[in-house]
């Protein structure tokens, strides 16, 4: 009987913890790729190279959820002022019992800033 009232609960932890696992992996992934990103545009990459750059660095996440932005514009950009990276991933909850819970989605974000060489 105290099994058949304590395994739900048990289940939803362990199954929140696989969750809190794969979203750590994804978080760490994105913001490498973020940093790769940054350092090839501090060394000139032009915008399409610094996606390209982001994408191969982080090839487990899905490139339709990633969006990234690069700041300043390529015209405004000069050796010696900052250069800002910023990464943004939907992760969407595949463990049905926490659907409900998070509300199917989780956004994570990384930022990298670096100087123009």
Do not use: H, K
């Not at 099994?3 to 490498?32: F, N």
């Not at 015209?75 to 049905?96: H, K």
């Amino acid at each position: 009987m105290e099994l058949a009232l304590i395994l739900p609960v048990l289940v939803l932890l362990l199954l929140g913890m696989l969750q809190v696992g794969i979203v750590l992996e994804d978080y760490l992934q994105l913001q490498q790729a973020v940093e790769q990103g940054a350092r090839a545009a501090s060394l000139g990459a032009s915008d399409a190279s610094i996606l390209q750059t982001v994408d191969q660095a982080a090839p487990s996440l899905d490139p339709s959820a990633l969006t990234v932005t690069v700041s300043p514009a390529s015209s405004e950009r000069q050796a010696g002022t900052n250069l800002d990276v910023e990464g943004m991933y939907s992760i969407s909850v595949s463990i049905p019992l926490l659907t409900p819970l998070l509300g199917g989605e989780l956004q994570i974000s990384s930022q990298s800033v670096m100087r123009m060489e």
